[in-house]
């Protein structure tokens, strides 16, 4: 993967324009190439806080994300779970709560009186 190509694949995943992505890929390469941020300590895992996949908050992150991704909440919500996880980033445990939620919003949206 090139630089270019790396900046466009950043940019999909943030929804940041492409330009602003490119900015702080270059100002993240110059950190590392003068020793002020370590680039190996970047690839290792950092321990996650002590949240639980299906609270609210992870629950809200995670739709919002896939309201931005191209395939939409039509994937969060119909889509294998092991690819839906592994394209929006998040445990199986938020993509089921996140089903969960969004299909109770949908039924509620059919019973309410119009």
Known sequence: MNELDIVKELARRTSL??????AVFHALRDLIHEGSVDGPALLSTP???SVRPDDPNVVDRLIAR???HPLGTEFLVSGFLATVAITLGAHAFTVEAARRRLQKEQQQKEESPK
């Open 17 to 22: 324009p492409e330009k602003t992505t490119e």
């Open 66 to 68: 896939a309201k931005k």
């Open 47 to 49: 321990h996650p806080p």
